[in-house]
């Protein structure tokens, strides 16, 4: 029995609810980063980022690859910074809604 195209989504995007997780993936998006370097950049302990990087590996949305002691972390397709990219003009967008509505307001009051 197969999984709705809607629920498989729905994972999906509990797959990527997680600030540390959207993190990594971003980074990833530049390139492909052995874990060191993640764990310079991001204020989280080894475990925590291994669970993460184990939950988003989980879900195919990277890979990793051993070179020699080094784990290297990918972005398994394009297609993840892409949608991080629309994620990203989402959010824009509906701030530049928001900033236009708050300026609205705040002439009315004080024009009233």
């Known amino acids: 029995m197969s999984v709705p ?33 993640l764990l310079a950049e991001l204020d989280v302990e080894a475990s925590s980022l291994s669970q993460q990087l184990a939950v988003l590996r989980r879900a195919g949305i990277v890979t990793a690859t051993r070179e020699g002691a ?10 993840v910074a ?10 824009t967008d509906m701030l530049d809604t928001q900033g236009k509505l708050l300026a609205e307001l705040r002439a009315e009051s004080g024009a009233g």
């Open 70 to 79: 080094t784990v290297v972390y990918a972005l398994s397709t394009s297609d």
């Open 5 to 37: 195209l809607y629920q498989a989504k729905a994972e999906l995007f509990r797959t990527l609810g997680h600030p540390v997780r959207i993190r990594v993936l971003e980074m990833l998006g530049e390139g492909p980063r052995p874990v060191r370097d």
């Open 82 to 91: 892409e949608l991080l990219g629309a994620a990203r003009q989402i959010l």
